[in-house]
Nanobody
Framework: QVQLVESGGGLVQAGGSLRLSCAASGSIFGISAMGWYRQAPGKQRELVAT???????NYAGSVKGRFTISRDNAKNTVYLQMNSLKSEDTAVYFC???????????????WGQGTQVTVSS
């Protein structure tokens, strides 16, 4: 019954910006870590950024200084602000969250459906 819904993907030119959002919904008791991953054609899924419930962040080296992850705990939402986009950022972006629902005894990992980000050069 818990799900993640993403929005904000699209087509932009190199140097442009996009802001991705991912909102968790359902009977949520609590959310610990949240993050963003991406998968480019022919490549495996890789971590982009993570953020803990307390706001500690971690970034892949390829996006440091360009991307910013944030969250709004009251809205159960995680964001990814992407600036200075490059063609190599083109990928399907997935949000991820560790969530405990009222029906669970512990936390489970959930994934969003993925949103396409295409950066043209």
């Amino acid at each position: 019954q818990v799900q993640l819904v993403e929005s904000g993907g699209g087509l932009v030119q190199a140097g442009g910006s996009l802001r991705l959002s991912c909102a968790a919904s359902g009977s949520i008791f609590g959310i610990s870590a949240m993050g963003w991953y991406r998968q480019a054609p022919g490549k495996q899924r890789e971590l982009v950024a993570t953020i803990t419930s307390g706001g500690s962040t971690n970034y892949a080296g390829s996006v440091k200084g360009r991307f910013t992850i944030s969250r709004d705990n009251a809205k159960n939402t995680v964001y990814l602000q992407m600036n200075s986009l490059k063609s190599e950022d083109t990928a399907v972006y997935f949000c991820n969250a560790n969530i405990r629902s009222y029906g669970d005894l512990g936390y489970s990992t959930y994934w969003g459906q993925g949103t396409q980000v295409t950066v043209s050069s």
